[in-house]
């Protein structure tokens, strides 16, 4: 009989208010649930949902700006069953700051809840599944996340509020409201609101919360001044920030009573004022290499001017990386082929070579750009830490090299007329290809464009990606653009026959090493997968390149079609392979063991150490980075250095981010970095200096030392 009664209630709409609560995840810092604000749904109900944090005292997590340091929490939520819905987007309730050593962090502490809108459409019972990611820190940041379900029952109407509705009341009265004054923000880094009731009767005390992180000095103090219909607040911009864009962010305003009111706003950029000099805080850069930012006396288009340089300047250094070389190789057997062709040849195999490097750089700016703006820490490389784009690589590098030893033939004009490498797409395809295998590696100069491409304008950010383009591709325009320097170049022959078999086998060692970084990230199943495709793509050349000699002798046919069908339902098989063997989780780590001296990176750690007195050497660091592994072959893993750090007790962490991980993605982000390699030595006592990004064992050497 109750459960009767209860089904009549909630046909009703008049069933007693039961909270809506999933199973909770729980660990050592905190509690967290997925709540709604009503215990059924009704057809096409709007429903509120939310990650519910209940926080250890002196613990924290973090807004969509997590400020100097830190990372945004993230949920999505999908829901299934007879009402379906997804939601993502997070209502940010008004946050807190945290200022601590010299740094800024705007945080949620206790228990608060992040709320969304979930619209469902049609009628009947759902659950609710949902994923959440989080920071939880205190002396130490823990990446945390959860999985939760919770299912809803139907209602025959809109259902009603449930008992966490007043959670839900709570968070959106946290939440900023859109400011009913104009604010507008000088090149000075006055912020001004004006209006009706503003005065220094009503305003005792005010900040500002930026949404957007890399523009203003978060830690510095913001005086404010208040008049009559105003004030103002005097804000810090960082070294190379944008002035001429809007500012967006929460003001909040307290009055002599201690009320608060947060105010969302968009100030308008104004003429006027003189640029303040300031800098970010607690930034270090590396002895040789130039700061993270520029004078900000300097006029903001001369600010950008210079980071485009940067930019030029690390693209062309990357020639030099060791990731670069196998491919370079290619193109150098280009180079030689220059020296008997003619002006126009020889300018549009640069052009497009050219083309093709810079369209690369352009795609992997967009997509850079595109994943910060929605609130992902992706950063240079990025894409190595996905599997299928590992095993992709490796693949193609594979089928690259079985052109060149001539297997098969790429004939972007008549048949058996072209080779890779030579015509327009050749030079095109190799110009991607270079900028696909760059990533792995940083060069000098390009963590500073990085940064500031990721931190302005989308528009400036694009031009310091084409900028990067440019600096690579130029030492192969400068050869094409100087009349006299192709002619000089060895004459075509017979050598370059022998010469294109031979540099098919550095892609074939790149290929080694891409199968032994798929190993790392997926284990024994990934590489052996990889193998297989490996066999199935060498026959599929070998059948097809058997077709295309059989088309040379005697044009088209059967066996034409045969052989290309087949060569196409291999390279099929490959992808349906890959796809269904990188869905599962990372291999377990491969940390080093403690008896070699070195240990796995935890800020936990860090701070452990530090506070013994010890001197720490943390390196930073993923397997498909050929620039890290040169760096720990040549000067980390060598008798003077080893000897060195045991002698002076240096202890040796090392962050593996060959697959994502969130704390280490925060440690580069507070050092300014948006890629490995990242070499920070902290002495017994002191702050840390960050070393550059190519090591010699004396470079090493001389910052311990000091």
Request: hydrophobic letters at 50%; one cysteine or more; aromatic letters at 6%.
């Amino acid at each position: 009989m109750p459960a009767l009664l209860m089904a009549g209630l909630s046909i009703l709409g008049c069933a007693p208010a039961l909270a809506a609560e999933s199973a909770p995840v729980t660990s050592a810092n905190d509690t967290a649930t997925l709540v709604t604000d009503r215990d059924a749904v009704g057809p096409d109900q709007h429903l509120k949902v939310g990650l519910r944090l209940q926080l250890k005292p002196g613990w924290h997590t973090y807004w969509i700006n997590p400020g100097d340091a830190g990372d945004t929490p993230t949920l999505d939520v999908t829901a299934e069953g007879g009402a379906t819905g997804k939601s993502s987007l997070i209502h940010w309730p008004t946050p807190v700051r945290i200022s601590e050593g010299g740094l800024m962090s705007y945080a949620y502490v206790g228990d608060v809840l992040l709320p969304q809108d979930l619209p469902l459409k049609g009628s009947g019972g759902t659950t609710l599944h949902a994923h959440a990611e989080w920071l939880a820190c205190a002396q130490v940041c823990v990446p945390e996340s959860g999985d939760f379900t919770l299912t809803l029952p139907a209602s025959a109407q809109d259902a009603p509020q449930g008992n966490d509705a007043a959670r839900f009341r709570q968070a959106e009265a946290a939440m900023p409201v859109p400011s009913p004054f104009q604010a507008s923000i000088q090149a000075d880094g006055t912020l001004k609101l004006a209006g009706k009731g503003l005065s220094s009767a009503a305003v005792s005390q005010a900040w500002f919360l930026p949404q957007d992180g890399g523009v203003i000095d978060q830690v510095a103090p913001q005086p404010l001044h208040a008049g009559d219909g105003e004030i103002s607040l005097g804000l810090k911009f960082l070294k190379g920030a944008h002035r001429a864009a809007p500012l967006k962010g929460v003001v909040v305003l307290k009055d002599a009573a201690g009320a608060e009111s947060a105010l969302q706003i968009e100030a308008a950029p104004i003429p006027g004022g003189s640029p303040i000099a300031t800098e970010s805080a607690g930034a270090a850069h590396a002895p040789g290499e130039p700061a993270s930012s520029v004078d900000s006396a300097v006029p903001h288009g001369v600010e950008w001017l210079r980071v485009l340089l940067f930019a030029f300047v690390g693209g062309l250094i990357l020639n030099l990386m060791p990731c670069v070389f196998p491919v370079l190789a290619m193109k150098a057997l280009s180079l030689a082929r220059m020296g008997g062709a003619g002006r126009k040849a020889q300018l549009q195999s640069a052009f497009f070579y050219t083309a093709g490097v810079m369209g690369a750089f352009a795609a992997l700016g967009i997509v850079m750009i595109g994943l910060r703006a929605v609130g992902s820490a992706a950063g240079w490389g990025f894409q190595f830490q996905s599997p299928g784009f590992v095993v992709g690589v490796c693949w193609l590098l594979f089928l690259m090299a079985l052109n060149l030893l001539g297997v098969f033939e790429i004939t972007p004009g008549r048949l058996g007329q072209a080779q890779v490498g030579t015509g327009h797409a050749g030079d095109l395809m190799t110009g991607l290809l270079a900028v696909i295998v760059a990533t792995p590696c940083t060069a000098p100069f390009m963590g500073v464009a990085i940064a500031g491409a990721l931190g302005g304008p989308p528009i400036l950010g694009l031009l310091v990606f084409l900028s990067m383009g440019l600096g690579l591709a130029a030492p192969y325009l400068l050869v094409a653009g100087i009349p006299g320097l192709a002619k000089r170049m060895p004459k075509p022959g017979a050598w370059m026959g022998i010469m294109k078999q031979v540099l098919a086998f550095p892609l074939l060692a790149t290929c080694v090493w891409l199968l032994w970084v798929a190993g790392i990230q997926r284990g024994i199943n990934l590489v052996a997968v990889t193998a297989g495709g490996v066999v199935l793509l060498g026959f599929a050349a070998w059948i097809f390149g058997i077709g295309q000699h059989r088309a040379m002798r005697e044009g088209g046919g059967r066996i034409v079609l045969f052989c290309r069908t087949l060569a196409l339902l291999c390279v099929i098989g490959c992808g349906v392979a890959l796809a269904k063997s990188i869905g599962g989780p990372p291999a377990p780590s491969t940390a080093p063991e403690a008896a070699s001296g070195i240990e796995a990176f935890s800020n936990a750690r860090l701070a452990e150490l530090r506070a013994k007195g010890q001197p720490v050497f943390v390196d930073m660091t993923a397997s498909w980075c050929i620039t890290c592994m040169v760096n720990e072959r040549v000067a980390l893993d060598v008798a003077s250095v080893k000897e060195a750090f045991g002698a002076r007790h240096v202890a040796y962490l090392k962050g593996d981010w060959t697959n994502r991980d969130a704390e280490i993605s925060a440690y580069l982000k507070v050092h300014g970095r948006d890629g490995v390699p990242l070499y920070v030595y902290y002495p017994a006592h002191g702050d840390g200096e960050v070393l550059p990004q190519i090591l010699t064992p004396g470079l090493v050497l001389s910052v311990i030392g000091k």
